[in-house]
């Protein structure tokens, strides 16, 4: 305790002298910098390379801190923080401007800003000490795998310029749920580990999704992170099947190896390499990103996935991932 202590002191003093430090969370390790600090923001979207349309999501120790960032902490906003924040639950409502406002990077330019309050003790301990909102994308190189453990982070970055705090494997494992409270009614700009209907019982009104993932908001700006057409991608070409095409899937490429993500225990033959996935959604969302990165270690020509059932929030969230992984380069 007495390092992870100094340790998160140490982190709060660089975020403090500008300067990166990724961070775990319950969903993926976050790429943290003071929200309010455009230079240190700006050295985020250079370090991953991310594009300048993707906005970051601002994350705050709780309300009192995301009023800060936001022009007005609405009703709504407070419902639903109180039902799920420290949580995955991500809010879009329109930032605060002017002088105590936000460096217009934070959102891509776009009058709207994404905020949450991460449940994760480290993440929590570093919001309190540092004493302020910190942008946190996720600590990878724009558009692959997430990380959701501090080796996977080093892999991405492995140079001095990010400090890592090492808070052990995520244990949610996909990204946070996005919603907007910008509009008139509230929408669901990227799925995650909160469903439609959880926020709809707390509301006690309907919760649309956005019609077109992926669109470009104001100016050009993306409504939220998350949308890019390409997404939390291996390396390796990868290629989602469904059930009923195994095994045939193996030949449309006859004598390349192939890493096969499969949905439980399925008989592999060589040279093919075989990695069960958990039938559990909460599981399976849990390993994803491990188990992508480590099918693009085994150095296949390709990789393929099992499609998972989409009987649930979570494996629709999931199922989301899975698209934007295997889309078209």
């Known amino acids: 305790m007495k390092d992870a202590a100094h ?51 601002v ?27 420290p949580g995955p639950l991500t809010i879009v409502l329109p930032r605060r401007t002017g002088r105590n406002g936000l460096p217009p990077i934070v959102t891509a330019g776009g009058p709207n800003v994404a905020v949450r309050c991460p449940d994760h003790p480290v993440a929590l ?9 910190l942008v946190g994308p996720s600590a990878n190189p724009s558009g692959t795998v997430s990380p959701t453990t501090p080796e996977h982070v080093r892999a991405g970055f492995p140079g001095p310029e990010v400090f890592v705090l090492d808070g052990g494997a995520c244990r949610g494992g996909i990204e946070s749920t996005v919603l907007s409270l910008a ?34 908001g104001h100016g050009g700006a993306m409504e939220s992170p998350g949308l890019l057409a390409r997404h939390y991608a291996p390396r390796t070409p990868a290629h989602l099947f469904d059930a009923a095409d195994w095994p045939r899937v193996l030949d449309d490429d006859r004598g390349s190896r192939a890493a096969v993500l499969t949905l439980g225990p399925r008989d592999v033959p060589a040279p093919h390499v075989a990695i069960p996935m958990p039938r559990r959604a909460e599981d399976y969302a849990a390993a994803l990103y491990a188990r992508l990165r480590e099918a693009d270690a085994l150095g296949a020509a390709r990789v393929l996935i099992e499609r998972p059932p989409t009987d649930s929030a979570l494996w629709e969230a999931i199922g989301d991932r899975l698209r934007r992984a295997t889309a078209e380069r």
């Open 59 to 85: 994350h705050a120790s709780g309300p009192e801190m995301a009023r800060r960032v936001v022009a007005e902490w609405t009703d709504r906003a407070d419902a639903l923080a109180r039902a799920f924040w």
């Open 183 to 216: 509009g008139d009614a509230p929408r669901i700009l990227r799925p995650g580990l909160v469903g439609a209907a959880e926020i709809e019982r707390v509301l006690g009104e309907r919760v649309e999704t956005a019609a077109v993932p992926g669109a470009a």
């Open 7 to 57: 340790d998160i002191r140490h982190a709060a003093d660089l975020l403090r002298r500008g300067r990166l430090v990724a961070f775990p969370t319950e969903t993926v390790y976050g790429l943290g910098a003071d929200a309010f600090n455009e230079g240190a923001v700006r050295a985020v979207y250079e370090v991953k390379g991310r594009p300048p349309v993707n906005p970051l999501i």
């Open 125 to 133: 301990a570093l919001l309190f000490e540092f004493g302020g909102p």
